[in-house]
């Protein structure tokens, strides 16, 4: 079955990099996206990887895939305040037609 | 570009009361999604439309949860009637096809239902 995992928190300080990590299960996965969830909003699309990748950078976004351990990973460069939310992974296996979301990060970004 | 409408925003009722929400997608999407997203976990899909045609309600509880999409744009979704654990927010997303090949998913702003 599908099944995809966070870890619940992270803290950093504004200026520093922050790592967001998710694994999952489901070995046919076509595309793993990363969301950001600001609070009383909708998902919003950061950044997207094709499972034939390994690694995909996009301004201060960074997206690591270790296809082999099924774990994904977004870096986010010189964090700003702006950058606290909950950030979502999830996993498809149908072209992003049908999307599995992990249980979300939330970043918290400190002065 | 506007983007995916829903309304209203929120919602309180009570147990075995009913309750409807609407959502308008992004114009000439033609994939509609109602996901539910219960606090501190992340949005489970309860159904997908293409055009007005269900592709994949698996997930839906259908004793007391029904959607349509007449006319394959706006959309609703009905609780009839509520219980407690269906206190969420319910999350309407559109899709069009991108150049390479997969869906790009756009949100709204979810409806926050408090069932008591």
């Given at each position: 079955?599908?099944?995809?995992?966070?870890s619940?928190?992270?803290?950093?300080?504004?200026?520093?990099?922050?790592?967001?990590n998710?694994?999952?299960?489901?070995?046919s996965?076509?595309?793993?996206?990363w969301?950001?969830?600001e609070?009383?909003?909708?998902?919003?699309?950061?950044?997207?990887?094709f499972?034939?990748?390994?690694?995909?950078?996009?301004?201060r976004?960074?997206v690591?895939?270790?296809?082999?351990?099924?774990?994904?990973?977004?870096?986010?460069?010189?964090t700003?305040?702006?950058?606290?939310?909950?950030?979502?992974?999830?996993?498809?296996t149908?072209?992003?037609?049908?999307?599995?979301?992990?249980?979300?990060?939330?970043?918290?970004?400190?002065? | 570009?506007?983007?995916?409408?829903?309304?209203?925003?929120?919602?309180i009722i009570?147990?075995?009361q009913?309750?409807?929400?609407?959502?308008?997608?992004?114009?000439?999407?033609?994939?509609?999604?109602w996901y539910?997203?219960?606090?501190g976990?992340?949005?489970?899909?309860?159904?997908?439309?293409?055009?007005?045609?269900?592709?994949?309600?698996?997930?839906?509880?259908?004793d007391r949860?029904?959607?349509?999409?007449?006319?394959?744009?706006?959309?609703?979704?009905?609780?009839?009637?509520?219980?407690?654990?269906?206190?969420?927010?319910?999350?309407c997303?559109?899709?069009?096809?991108?150049?390479?090949g997969y869906?790009?998913?756009?949100?709204?702003?979810?409806t926050?239902?408090?069932?008591?």
């Amino acid at each position: 079955g599908e099944d995809v995992e966070q870890s619940l928190f992270l803290s950093v300080r504004e200026g520093d990099s922050s790592v967001i990590n998710c694994t999952y299960t489901d070995s046919s996965s076509t595309y793993l996206y990363w969301y950001k969830q600001e609070p009383g909003a909708g998902l919003q699309l950061l950044t997207y990887i094709f499972s034939n990748m390994d690694m995909k950078q996009d301004q201060r976004l960074t997206v690591l895939l270790n296809k082999k351990d099924k774990h994904l990973s977004l870096r986010i460069a010189d964090t700003q305040t702006g950058d606290s939310a909950i950030y979502f992974c999830a996993e498809s296996t149908g072209g992003g037609n049908k999307l599995t979301f992990g249980t979300g990060t939330q970043l918290k970004v400190e002065l | 570009e506007a983007g995916v409408a829903q309304s209203p925003r929120y919602k309180i009722i009570e147990k075995r009361q009913s309750v409807a929400f609407w959502c308008n997608p992004i114009s000439g999407h033609a994939t509609l999604y109602w996901y539910q997203q219960i606090l501190g976990q992340g949005p489970k899909l309860l159904i997908q439309f293409q055009n007005n045609g269900v592709v994949d309600d698996s997930q839906l509880p259908k004793d007391r949860f029904s959607a349509e999409r007449l006319k394959g744009v706006d959309s609703t979704l009905k609780i009839q009637p509520a219980k407690l654990e269906d206190s969420a927010v319910y999350l309407c997303a559109s899709s069009f096809v991108t150049s390479g090949g997969y869906y790009e998913q756009y949100f709204g702003p979810g409806t926050r239902l408090t069932v008591t």
